[in-house]
């Protein structure tokens, strides 16, 4: 199924317009839903929206939207002027700087989209790719969408532009409200900690690598219950108690558990001066251990013969 694009944008900056196609990049397919259903005769429960003051069932057609300006107080907008209210979406996305790749910090970091050219957009498209990924830089821009202005940043991948849309700095808490406890560390925990790293490091990611296994079990269980069988509650899983643990010791037990994910290390063969001289090494002391044989069986009799004769029993016949 070919993917349909939910804008036509034009991406400027100066003098510099392109147009360009928005594309929703990813979807959502996490978890497992369960509907409401009605216990008694087992069918599926409908939403419904009831007005406290008669308890009627208000109808959608009846709804209108409105705004809480004060405590339980609310100036009413009908749907001709929620249109006039988004009436100032533009269909421009307007860069506004160019920083570092990694001058974002990931936590801004929101919704993300894929650019593609329109009509006449190709050259300048590709144009504005290769720049960014030469120059290591991305852009900064504004895009209003859906009655909302976000700032998003525009950055290369290998196929093409990415949108992605960035939260505002009042849409995310300082780190600094949750009170980190400030601890000393020591170089040794350091060096242990870093070559624990290094024991699980990989060059990149593979997202394609990993998959929700949560999700594989909930759905083996819904298959067994559609068969007929009873459920099984999964293991517990039993939750660590708080404990005080000697750092060092517990990073030097991590270094010495195998990665989760290893591959095994082909045996390089041995050269082949070292294969020739394990040969010639093997006769040699074969012959060596011969000649030695006669020597040891007569350090052994000798030993015998200074030895005294063991005394014999003497006893009268019956």
């Keep these: 199924m070919a993917a349909r694009s939910i804008a036509s944008m034009t991406l400027s900056f100066g003098l510099v317009s392109v ?3 928005v594309y929703t990049a990813t979807e959502s397919k996490s978890g497992v839903g369960f509907n409401l259903m009605h216990k008694e005769c087992g069918t599926r429960l409908r939403q419904q929206y009831v007005c406290p003051h008669d308890g009627k069932v208000v109808e959608r057609a009846d709804m209108v939207k409105g705004y809480e300006f004060e405590k339980e107080k609310y100036v009413i907008f009908e749907k001709s002027e929620l249109e006039a209210l988004e009436a100032s979406a533009s269909h421009t996305i307007d860069i506004v700087s160019f920083v570092p790749t990694e001058a974002i910090d990931p936590i801004y970091l929101d919704k993300p989209y894929y650019l ?20 290591g830089t991305c852009a900064v821009a504004r895009w209003t969408w859906k009655g909302k202005q976000h700032m998003v940043q525009v950055r290369a991948g290998n196929d ?14 300082s780190q600094a409200d949750i009170g980190i406890e400030e601890t000393d560390i020591q170089p040794t925990e350091l060096q242990l900690a870093e070559q624990l790293i290094d024991q699980y490091r990989v060059d990149s990611y593979d997202a394609a690598a990993y998959k929700d296994e949560e999700k594989e079990r909930i759905l083996a269980e819904i298959d067994k219950k ?24 517990a990073l030097r037990a991590s270094l010495k558990k195998k990665p989760p994910v290893e591959r095994p290390a082909e045996q390089p063969a ?25 020597k040891r069986r007569a350090v052994r009799r000798a030993a015998t013969e200074d030895q005294p004769a063991p005394a014999r029993k003497t006893g009268t016949k019956r």
């Design 116 to 135: 593609a050219p329109d009509k006449r957009g190709g050259k300048p498209y590709r144009l504005l790719q290769e720049a960014m990924k030469d120059s």
């Design 226 to 249: 559609i068969a007929g069988n009873k459920i099984t509650a999964a293991p517990a899983i039993e939750q660590p108690g708080a404990q005080v643990i000697d750092l060092v010791e």
């Design 270 to 294: 041995a050269p082949r001066a070292a294969r020739k001289s394990a040969r010639t090494a093997a006769p040699a002391q074969e012959a060596a251990e011969a000649a030695s044989a006669p």
């Design 19 to 21: 147009p360009v196609k």
């Design 160 to 173: 093409g532009l990415i949108l992605q849309t960035l939260l505002y700095a009042d849409e995310v808490r």
